[in-house]
């Protein structure tokens, strides 16, 4: 890291919450860092995409947040302030969270298929 940049500012849940929402309902990154979302604080161009790369490929990050915006997202259910919910550990059989980057690969797997099968239909 180079010594005579800022250090990174570590992300809230409900700041990951509201990237990885407003990215699967199809906003670009562009459209964010011009402020089409309300964040906590004004994220540039890099620090979001450099989280939303960690976010989707880096398996120790993706599970810290995903587990960080679960309790957010009980915490909101429930009423609750973000302080309560940290405090308190999510054993929920019924919830587990998600690995942002198992669904991406999901989701881009079938996108290459389907232009693939679009492709030799053409033909």
């Known amino acids: 890291m180079d010594p005579l940049l800022p250090p990174p500012w570590s992300w809230n849940p409900e700041d990951d919450f509201l990237l990885k929402e407003a990215i699967e309902n199809g906003a670009s990154l562009e459209s964010l860092a011009r ?53 308190k550990k999510v054993d929920s059989p019924k919830r587990k969270t998600h690995n942002i980057c198992k669904q991406f690969n999901i989701m881009r797997k079938k996108i290459h298929k389907e232009v693939i099968e679009e492709d030799e239909n053409i033909k």
């Open 35 to 87: 402020g089409a979302v309300s964040f906590s604080r004004r994220y540039s161009l890099e620090e979001l995409t450099e989280r939303w790369g960690s976010l989707l490929f880096d398996s120790d990050v993706a599970e810290e947040a995903a587990a960080a915006m679960t309790k957010f997202e009980i915490a909101k259910y429930h009423g609750n302030t973000i302080k309560e919910a940290t405090k």
